[in-house]
């Protein structure tokens, strides 16, 4: 493996951060090494000063592209942490079916409106698919939603797996039990593919959510799990900042099991059900940093 | 789920339209050459995940070829395939680093078996080593998390402390003190 040189590394952390939002110190040298390894043998350079000079100049963006790819941490599992599913089937989806039929009710087209639900950094597409298993599962008044799933990131490679919605037998494996797996996937050649009505209910589109993504309008769920963990402190205020904007009223924020958004945004209201700690739209604070 | 980039030296052109018939079958990324030399051209241009060599070739053979690969890059795999009369270059072949040998006549179902595993090998490796980083960043997280909790209990505790010391402050008068009360609880900065 060829060594990277400290001013290398230099420019190549802040490139990174510039073009994917991840912030890695001097301490990860040998992450960075052996990532952007892969991209050198791929494209036969013999430095990262040659892959730097290429990359900056590559109007194609292929070079680009491959760097995300490598960089990027794409470590999922079906249902990683069965709490905040549990948290949605038990809590969330209750609460706004119960919101809805009272609107409807008062006779108010909200009722119709579908579910918007965003996995920020959906990787491999495990995220989504174990959201739409669950509102599959879910009592009937969810199910009766009409859904709008949407699952965003910043690697090719990863999103173009999560839109085929096929695994292999070591993904599966990982967080899948046997009455869910037979009800909703088919084995084709040794892989497993979610089932056609699974993956008409989801979306998967190119995000950097760093730069902007006020196109994709308000969600009444956002899921923002172990994205955050890569970025500045700096980076996460404004992140979390952004993301209330883009949470309907009454909104709710999921973030991971390790994550705080103490001192890092006050526009959501933590509460908490069972084990987990849940945010919701603090519609009080309106102003975005 | 990995697509592998998949080189094919092959010097006999019927075994290779065969080749380029029945790899178009899969999802991989393939390219064919005719012989070990324009294989080791093409392995110096780019990475390939899997080269599939005839052993016997004109120039450079398929021992040739397997060193040249595993020097530039021991990540690509390399299968061999052979003759019967040649099962021992094969297992020459195994011990110098080649991953597994198919005897001709090709059987493709075998082959495209032997891709699979690959593909399930280096998809392994791939989740191994994103288990890993993930778990570096998520624990320096946590402890960054644990370490802005414990900041913001000691300053909850700061501003309990002398809301209790002004209550019991006699020299104050009950105004003085609820005014002095909700300074302290306004100044979210401190």
């Known amino acids: 493996m060829i060594k990277i040189k400290d001013h290398e590394l230099k420019k190549f952390i802040a490139y990174i951060h510039d073009v994917s939002g ?8 040998y992450l ?22 290429n990359v900056v100049n ?40 119960k919101e809805r039929s009272s609107n409807t009710l008062l006779n108010t087209n909200r009722a119709q409106k579908p579910l918007r639900i965003w996995s920020t950094a959906c990787s491999t597409g495990q995220e989504v698919y174990s959201i739409a298993i669950t509102l599959k599962k879910a009592h009937q008044a969810a199910r009766n939603f009409s859904v709008k799933l949407i699952g965003t990131d910043i690697s090719d490679s990863a999103l ?3 839109k085929s919605g096929k695994y292999n037998n070591f993904e599966i494996e ?22 056609p009505e699974l993956r008409a209910m989801a979306e998967f589109k190119k995000c950097n959510i760093m730069k902007s993504f006020v196109y994709f309008g308000k969600f009444d769920i956002i899921f923002c799990r172990n994205v955050a963990i890569y970025f ?42 069972n084990n987990l700690i849940y945010y919701q739209h603090n519609k009080q604070k309106k102003t975005s940093v | 789920m990995i697509n592998l980039s998949v080189l094919v030296a ?33 392995i110096e241009k780019r990475h390939f995940d899997v080269v599939l060599t005839d052993l016997v070739m004109p120039g450079v053979d398929g021992l040739g070829l397997l060193q040249s690969i595993k020097d530039k890059d021991p990540s690509t795999e390399v299968i061999v395939i052979t003759g019967k009369s040649s099962i021992d270059t094969a297992v020459k072949a ?79 008068s009950d105004s003085e003190k609820i005014v002095q009360i909700i300074n302290i609880i306004s100044n979210t900065g401190s």
């Open chain 2, 94 to 172: 195994i011990k110098k680093g080649a991953i597994d040998y198919l005897e001709k006549p090709i059987n493709f179902d075998e082959l495209f078996l032997r891709l699979n595993k690959i593909e399930e090998m280096k998809s392994i490796i791939k989740n191994a080593e994103d288990l890993r980083d993930a778990m570096e960043f998520t624990e320096s997280s946590a402890a960054q998390t644990i370490q802005q909790l414990e900041e913001s209990l000691i300053k909850a505790q700061q501003k309990q402390s002398s809301i209790n010391s002004l209550a019991k402050d006699n020299s104050l």
């Open chain 1, 32 to 53: 960075i090494e052996m990532r952007l390894n892969k991209v050198l043998e791929e494209f036969s350079y013999k430095s990262y000063e040659e892959l730097y000079h």
């Open chain 2, 10 to 42: 092959d010097d006999n052109p019927i075994i290779r339209k065969i080749y380029q018939k029945r790899l178009q079958e899969t999802n991989h990324d393939v390219t064919i050459v005719n012989d070990g030399l324009q294989a080791i051209h093409e």
């Open chain 1, 160 to 162: 173009c797996q999560a």
């Open chain 1, 58 to 97: 590559d109007r194609s963006k292929n070079i680009e592209k491959s760097i995300i790819n490598a960089i990027t941490i794409n470590e999922t599992l079906f249902f990683r942490d069965t709490s905040p599913f549990r948290l949605l089937e038990e809590k969330i989806l209750p609460e706004i079916a």
């Open chain 1, 232 to 273: 500045t402190p700096e980076d996460r205020k404004k992140l979390f900042n952004r993301l209330a904007d883009s949470l309907s009223e009454n909104g709710y924020l999921i973030i991971g099991s390790t994550e705080s958004l103490t001192g890092i945004s006050d526009r959501f209201i933590p509460k908490r059900h």
């Open chain 1, 22 to 29: 991840i912030s890695f110190d001097s301490s990860k040298k």
């Open chain 1, 174 to 195: 990982r967080g899948l039990d046997h009455t869910t797996l037979s009800k909703y996937f088919t084995a084709s050649g040794g892989q497993w593919q979610v089932n």
